[in-house]
C-alpha cells in the first residue's frame, strides 16, 4: 500500500519521449507492476492536460493574427477596384487557408505526425475533386468571370442562347434577370469559355436591331423613309446615334431590311416592341407586306426526241 502512494514522475513524461522499448500498460499489469501502471498514467495525463493547454493558446493567438490579417487583407481591398464578389471570394479563401496552416500546426506541437494528417487529406481531396470536377469546373470559370470582368452587375448580356440582366456573379453560378421577370442561373464554367455578348455601352444606351421582310417589287426608297420616320416619331427613340434603316439581302421570296435604333438601358424593351408593331401595321397598310409567303413554280414541256 505504502508503494502505491510514493509516485515519482518520470523524466520522460512530459518533455522527453518514452523509448519504444518501454513496456505497455498490459505487461506492466500482467508482471503486477501496478506502481509503474500508475505512474504512467498520471504522466499520460499530464501529457494530455499540457497538450490541451498548448493547443488552446495556440489557437487563441492564431485566431487573432488571422483576424488582423483579414482585416488588413479587406482594407487594402477596400481602396482598390476589386469587385465586391472577388473581395469576399479573396477574403473567405485566406480564411480557410490560414486556419488550414493553423490547424497543422497545433497538430503538430501536440506531437501528431502531420505527414500522416497530409496523405489523408490528399487522399480525401481527390476523391471529392473526381466527384465534383463539374463544380470545380464551375468554381473556376467564377474565379475567371470575376478577375477578367466580361460583364458586371447590371450588364445587358447575351450567352449561351440566353440573354437577361446580371444580378449577381457567383462563384459557382451566374444569375441573369429577364425582361419578363425569370430567374436564370448559369453555370460559370460554361460560361466562362462562350461567348459573350456585353449589350451595355459607356453612357447606358443599348441597340436594338429589327430585321423587316417585304415583298418583291416594293420601293427600297419607300420602305428606308417609313422606318425611320417610324423612329423619328417614337419618344424613347434616341436622336444620337442617328437610327439606321438599309436592305441587307435579298431572300427567295422576300426582300430583307435592317432597322437599328437606340434607347435607354430601361427603354429598350418597349422600343422594340413597340416598333415591331408599329412597323408590321405600317407597312401592311401599304400593301408592302403579304400575310403568306409566295412561291413561283414555272413548268416547261420538254419536246419528245425521235428515237
Same mark, same amino acid.
Given at each position: 500500500?505504502?508503494?502505491?502512494?510514493?509516485?515519482?514522475?518520470? @523524466?520522460?513524461? /512530459?518533455?522527453?519521449? *518514452?523509448?519504444?522499448?518501454?513496456?505497455? =500498460?498490459?505487461?506492466?499489469?500482467?508482471?503486477? *507492476?501496478?506502481?509503474?501502471?500508475?505512474?504512467?498514467?498520471?504522466?499520460?495525463?499530464?501529457?494530455?492536460?499540457?497538450?490541451?493547454?498548448?493547443?488552446?493558446?495556440?489557437?487563441?493567438?492564431? *485566431?487573432?493574427?488571422?483576424?488582423?490579417?483579414?482585416?488588413?487583407?479587406?482594407?487594402?481591398?477596400?481602396?482598390?477596384?476589386?469587385?465586391?464578389?472577388?473581395?469576399?471570394?479573396?477574403?473567405?479563401?485566406?480564411?480557410?487557408?490560414? =486556419?488550414?496552416? &493553423? $490547424?497543422?500546426?497545433?497538430?503538430?506541437?501536440?506531437? #501528431?505526425? @502531420?505527414?500522416?494528417?497530409?496523405?489523408?487529406?490528399?487522399?480525401?481531396?481527390?476523391?471529392?475533386?473526381?466527384?465534383?470536377?463539374?463544380?470545380?469546373?464551375?468554381?473556376?470559370? !467564377?474565379?475567371?468571370?470575376?478577375?477578367?470582368?466580361? =460583364?458586371?452587375? !447590371? %450588364?445587358?448580356?447575351?450567352? &449561351?442562347?440566353?440573354?437577361?440582366?446580371?444580378?449577381?456573379?457567383? /462563384?459557382?453560378?451566374?444569375?441573369?434577370?429577364?425582361?419578363?421577370?425569370? @430567374?436564370?442561373?448559369? +453555370?460559370?464554367?460554361?460560361?466562362? @469559355?462562350?461567348?459573350?455578348?456585353?449589350?451595355?455601352? &459607356?453612357?447606358?444606351?443599348?441597340?436594338?436591331?429589327?430585321?423587316?421582310?417585304?415583298?418583291?417589287?416594293?420601293?427600297? %426608297?419607300? #420602305?428606308?423613309?417609313?422606318?425611320?420616320? /417610324?423612329?423619328?416619331?417614337?419618344?424613347?427613340?434616341?436622336?444620337? +446615334?442617328? +437610327?439606321?434603316?438599309?436592305?441587307?439581302?435579298?431572300? +427567295?421570296?422576300?426582300?430583307?431590311?435592317? $432597322?437599328? #435604333?437606340?434607347?435607354?438601358?430601361?427603354?429598350?424593351?418597349?422600343?422594340?416592341?413597340?416598333?415591331?408593331?408599329?412597323?408590321?401595321?405600317?407597312?401592311?397598310?401599304?400593301?408592302?407586306?403579304?400575310?403568306?409567303?409566295?412561291?413561283?413554280?414555272?413548268?416547261?414541256?420538254?419536246?419528245?426526241?425521235?428515237?
Amino acid at each position: 500500500m505504502m508503494t502505491l502512494l510514493q509516485i515519482s514522475l518520470p @523524466t520522460d513524461s /512530459i518533455f522527453v519521449p *518514452r523509448s519504444p522499448n518501454d513496456p505497455s =500498460f498490459g505487461q506492466l499489469i500482467k508482471e503486477g *507492476r501496478y506502481d509503474h501502471v500508475l505512474d504512467n498514467i498520471l504522466a499520460w495525463g499530464i501529457d494530455l492536460i499540457v497538450n490541451i493547454l498548448i493547443a488552446i493558446v495556440l489557437f487563441i493567438i492564431g *485566431r487573432f493574427l488571422i483576424t488582423k490579417i483579414d482585416n488588413f487583407v479587406a482594407k487594402i481591398m477596400r481602396k482598390s477596384s476589386i469587385d465586391n464578389t472577388l473581395k469576399g471570394f479573396i477574403s473567405s479563401v485566406l480564411q480557410t487557408f490560414l =486556419f488550414i496552416v &493553423l $490547424f497543422m500546426i497545433i497538430i503538430n506541437s501536440v506531437g #501528431v505526425k @502531420t505527414i500522416s494528417i497530409a496523405a489523408i487529406i490528399g487522399t480525401v481531396g481527390l476523391a471529392i475533386g473526381l466527384a465534383m470536377k463539374d463544380n470545380l469546373s464551375n468554381f473556376a470559370g !467564377g474565379v475567371m468571370i470575376l478577375l477578367s470582368k466580361p =460583364f458586371r452587375s !447590371g %450588364d445587358y448580356i447575351r450567352a &449561351l442562347n440566353l440573354e437577361g440582366t446580371v444580378e449577381r456573379i457567383g /462563384i459557382m453560378h451566374t444569375i441573369l434577370r429577364t425582361g419578363d421577370n425569370k @430567374t436564370i442561373y448559369i +453555370p460559370n464554367g460554361p460560361l466562362s @469559355t462562350g461567348n459573350i455578348i456585353n449589350n451595355n455601352s &459607356l453612357d447606358g444606351t443599348l441597340r436594338t436591331e429589327i430585321i423587316v421582310n417585304v415583298d418583291y417589287g416594293c420601293n427600297v %426608297d419607300e #420602305v428606308k423613309e417609313l422606318l425611320l420616320q /417610324i423612329a423619328a416619331r417614337h419618344p424613347k427613340v434616341l436622336k444620337q +446615334p442617328v +437610327p439606321f434603316a438599309r436592305m441587307s439581302k435579298i431572300n +427567295p421570296t422576300s426582300l430583307e431590311f435592317v $432597322f437599328r #435604333v437606340w434607347a435607354k438601358k430601361g427603354d429598350l424593351a418597349d422600343v422594340n416592341h413597340d416598333l415591331s408593331e408599329t412597323v408590321y401595321k405600317q407597312l401592311y397598310e401599304r400593301g408592302l407586306i403579304s400575310s403568306t409567303q409566295r412561291m413561283s413554280v414555272y413548268l416547261t414541256k420538254e419536246e419528245e426526241k425521235p428515237v
